[in-house]
Nanobody, 123 residues
Framework: QVQLAESGGGLVQAGDSLRLSCVVSGRTAGYYAMGWFRQAPGKERDFVAA????????DYADSVKGRFTISRDNVKNTVYLQMNSLKPEDTAVYYC????????????????WGQGTQVTVSS
């Protein structure tokens, strides 16, 4: 069974940077497309970024393009989300997702999910 564990969240000020990590265990990470989602209080869980198993292709939500970068290290079975120029509206719980299919990585259901890590951006 695949397990995901996120880390790296915290409280930062607007304009700061954070790097989230998601460690994959139970199966080789390279088998899966990986994604990051976020859920703000009272809102649905939204897609943020995704990367193919090989790392050769990425996709981003319009709201984070140019500020966030997703990457992966399949040797370390870890996926990263580098977040720069953070804004208060980026405040949310960030979740990591693994999917055997690139076609379904952007769906906010299905696949395997971590427990989430809180990111809070103060103004």
């Amino acid at each position: 069974q695949v397990q995901l564990a996120e880390s790296g969240g915290g409280l930062v000020q607007a304009g700061d940077s954070l790097r989230l990590s998601c460690v994959v265990s139970g199966r080789t990470a390279g088998y899966y497309a990986m994604g990051w989602f976020r859920q703000a209080p009272g809102k649905e869980r939204d897609f943020v970024a995704a990367i193919t198993g090989s790392g050769g292709n990425t996709d981003y939500a319009d709201s984070v393009k140019g500020r966030f970068t997703i990457s992966r290290d399949n040797v370390k079975n870890t996926v990263y989300l580098q977040m720069n120029s953070l804004k208060p509206e980026d405040t949310a719980v960030y979740y990591c997702k693994a999917s055997p299919s690139w076609n379904s990585i952007k769906a906010n259901r299905g696949g395997y999910w971590g427990q989430g890590t809180q990111v809070t951006v103060s103004s």
